[in-house]
Antibody
Framework: EVQLLESGGGLVQPGGSLRLSCATSGFTFSVYAMSWVRQAPGKGLEWVSSISISGANTYYADSVKGRFTVSRDNSKNTLYLQVNSLRAEDTAVYYC???????????WGQGTLVTVSS | EIVLTQSPATLSLSPGERATLSCRASQSVSTYLAWYQQKPGQAPRLLIYDASNRATGIPARFSGSGSGTDFTLTISSLEPEDFVVYYCQQRSNWPLTFGGGTKVEIK
């Protein structure tokens, strides 16, 4: 069974940083691309970032480019998202997802909440 | 950036009725479009990919169609658990984008 478990969210002040993690199991992590998608409270889905199988290729939404960094550790079956220079509008539940069918999100974690507030 | 516009924002129907949800792209995405279902308090679930292919375990009452800029998700006969929110997503171009969602509510 595919399992994705996000962690690392929390309350942070504007301008602060967090490192989100997504621990995976139940599939061969090292052969699939991965993504982060977020959802602000009461709002729709917003794609944030994706990373290729090896990690050599990364992609970002314009809203986070230069502030967020996606990475992966295939030896630990874990995906990461370093989020810096946080703003109030970054407040959201952050989901990690597998991209096993092209860049479609076919399995999702339950999300980790990031709240940016003073 | 490709903008996906979903309509209607809210669809009011009764159980057993047919639901037709629309997703329109600002430029052609070929058939590189997916549909997701999201229940309250849960993560989204992939329903349809490449416009018309059902994902693993998805009931046959869900079907997708379309190409280019106009796409449709059809639920042939609504079950009580289908009254939730649906999103489309394109993978034709970076950045990946989602539509704003359609809420299917009980009439």
């Amino acid at each position: 069974e595919v399992q994705l478990l996000e962690s690392g969210g929390g309350l942070v002040q504007p301008g602060g940083s967090l490192r989100l993690s997504c621990a995976t199991s139940g599939f061969t992590f090292s052969v699939y691309a991965m993504s982060w998608v977020r959802q602000a409270p009461g709002k729709g889905l917003e794609w944030v970032s994706s990373i290729s199988i090896s990690g050599a290729n990364t992609y970002y939404a314009d809203s986070v480019k230069g502030r967020f960094t996606v990475s992966r550790d295939n030896s630990k079956n874990t995906l990461y998202l370093q989020v810096n220079s946080l703003r109030a509008e970054d407040t959201a539940v952050y989901y990690c997802a597998t991209d096993r069918s092209g860049w479609y999100k076919d399995s999702w974690g339950q999300g980790t909440l990031v709240t940016v507030s003073s | 950036e490709i903008v996906l516009t979903q309509s209607p924002a809210t669809l009011s129907l009764s159980p057993g009725e047919r639901a037709t949800l629309s997703c329109r792209a600002s430029q052609s995405v070929s058939t590189y479009l997916a549909w997701y279902q999201q229940k309250p308090g849960q993560a989204p679930r992939l329903l349809i990919y490449d416009a018309s292919n059902r994902a693993t375990g998805i009931p046959a009452r869900f079907s997708g169609s379309g190409s280019g800029t106009d796409f449709t998700l059809t639920i042939s006969s609504l079950e009580p658990e289908d009254f939730v929110v649906y999103y489309c997503q394109q993978r034709s171009n970076w950045p990946l984008t989602f539509g704003g969602g359609t809420k299917v509510e009980i009439k």
